[in-house]
């Protein structure tokens, strides 16, 4: 990589880690015991990273699909929409629906399904 663009990564990490700090520190929480807690995302850190980067990878994902679904189509035609749900749908869904700052666990099935 080149110097410019490992500077610019990271000054963009370092920024994530001073704004998820900021942002307990504004809202008054401590920082999580488990640090993948996925229900205590500050709100500024959702905002200014996790979702433009869901942008990125709603994008990525719809590419993705358009380059593999010829292949699932052919081999398994049936599957074609868990994987569009898996690659299009569920970035776009975390990207544009769900609220700042609270997330699932990603857990979407129980275990007796």
Known sequence: MSRSIRSFV??????ALVLSQAGCAI???SQPED???TKA??????A????PLGILLTGVGAMG????????LVTRPTDIG???????????????????????????YSKNN
């Not at 995302?41 to 959702?46: A, I, M, N």
């Not at 200014?48 to 979702?51: A, C, I, Y």
């Not at 699909?65 to 699932?72: A, Q, T």
């Not at 868990?82 to 979407?108: C, N, Q």
């Open 10 to 15: 990271a000054a963009l990490l370092t920024a």
């Open 82 to 108: 868990k994987v569009f749900s898996e690659m299009v749908i569920d970035p776009a869904r975390y990207t544009w629906v769900e609220p700042l700052g609270s997330h699932d666990d990603g857990l979407r």
């Open 27 to 29: 809202q008054g929480q």
């Open 41 to 46: 995302v500050p709100v500024l850190f959702d």
């Open 35 to 37: 640090p993948f807690d």
């Open 48 to 51: 200014s990273t996790l979702r």
């Open 65 to 72: 699909f358009c380059l593999i679904s010829p292949f699932v």
